[in-house]
């Protein structure tokens, strides 16, 4: 848990009460592969990272919002492969244009509300809302700190391989399915590059150039699969 003493995280919030409320969110995480506790905690840390590399400016209840939000941004999620309770979601939240997301934020709304935590709910609404990939709800304002969010959501494709590998694994596990080597290529060319190249002026330099260059080379990895697969299909021939 270094990480947050190492970027600040207490100068927004006192060090017990961090986690006394951190514990409440992540033990309302379903034990599924991909959206558990875990990933919570890995969006909230790595988008906690990126906004301190960013030139976003927050004020300490927005901040506080940011950080509780993410942690909170897939609770109760009941796994990919759950269907049905999916439908379920999607039939009771029938009123919201993203009504997965209108559930995390509701719950995640009543622990906040439960522990007196000082917290923007309109800005903790479209924190949420804009882990939605096909929507993007906060206004010309914040436009930056959605695509931010966006991409802390799936940060282990501009990671290091070993977790960008990790996390594929662990969604293909809730999904029930092996993803192809084309659907990565697909995934990374068409939605994730797109989204960083948004950032670039908003992520100092380095940073951007680091994370970047770990796309390139998780891209670079799915390529080749792709190239050798072909290769092999038509010597098969």
């Not at 068409?190 to 390139?216: G, I």
């Amino acid at each position: 848990m270094s990480f947050y003493s190492e970027n600040n995280i207490y100068q927004y919030l006192d060090r017990d009460f961090f986690y006394h409320i951190s514990d409440s969110i992540l033990e309302n995480y379903h034990c599924v592969p991909y959206h558990s506790r875990f990933h919570g905690l890995d969006v909230m840390t790595m988008g906690f990272k990126f906004l301190k590399n960013s030139k976003i400016t927050l004020n300490q209840e927005q901040t506080i919002t940011f950080i509780f939000g993410l942690l909170g941004h897939d609770i109760f999620h009941p796994g990919l492969h759950n269907l049905e309770e999916l439908n379920n979601l999607k039939k009771i939240y029938h009123y919201s244009e993203s009504p997965v997301e209108e559930f995390h934020y509701l719950k995640t709304k009543e622990i906040l509300k439960n522990h007196q935590v000082n917290f923007n709910d309109d800005f903790l609404k479209n924190i949420i809302y804009a882990t939605d990939v096909s929507r993007n709800v906060f206004s010309e304002e914040f436009k930056d700190l959605a695509n931010l969010i966006k991409l802390a959501d799936v940060n282990h494709t501009v990671s290091s391989f070993e977790k960008h590998l990790e996390w594929t694994w662990k969604l293909e596990d809730e999904l029930k399915k092996k993803l192809t080597y084309q659907e990565q290529v697909n995934f990374l060319e068409k939605y994730v590059e797109p989204l960083l190249e948004k950032l670039k002026d908003v992520f100092e330099e380095k940073f951007y150039q680091e994370l970047s260059f770990k796309l390139s080379s998780n891209l670079d990895f799915w390529k080749s699969k792709v190239r050798k697969e072909e290769k092999q299909k038509k010597e098969d021939l």
